[in-house]
């Protein structure tokens, strides 16, 4: 039988490059973080987050592509 959980290295890796992502996303403005978040992880759908948001759906666009 073949161990295949991941070692200590790419235990190591794994976490680095979440410290990695989780930096860059601090670097966009909050509002194009929270759409982008909200629809990447989220899974709501452009038109849910605008009207999560109160905003209209073309904000929604423009702070998702911007981010």
Same mark, same amino acid.
């Given at each position: 039988? =073949?161990? $295949?959980?991941p070692?200590?290295?790419?235990?190591c890796?794994? #976490?680095e490059?979440?410290?990695?992502w989780q930096r860059? %996303?601090? $670097?966009l403005?909050e #509002?194009?973080?929270?759409?982008?978040?909200?629809?990447?992880? /989220?899974?709501?759908?452009?038109?849910?987050?605008?009207?999560?948001?109160?905003?209209? %759906? =073309? =904000?929604v666009? /423009?702070?998702?592509?911007?981010?």
């Amino acid at each position: 039988m =073949t161990d $295949t959980a991941p070692g200590p290295l790419e235990r190591c890796l794994a #976490k680095e490059q979440q410290r990695a992502w989780q930096r860059a %996303l601090l $670097t966009l403005p909050e #509002k194009n973080r929270d759409a982008l978040l909200m629809h990447v992880w /989220g899974d709501c759908s452009y038109e849910e987050i605008a009207s999560f948001l109160g905003v209209p %759906l =073309t =904000t929604v666009e /423009g702070r998702i592509h911007r981010a």
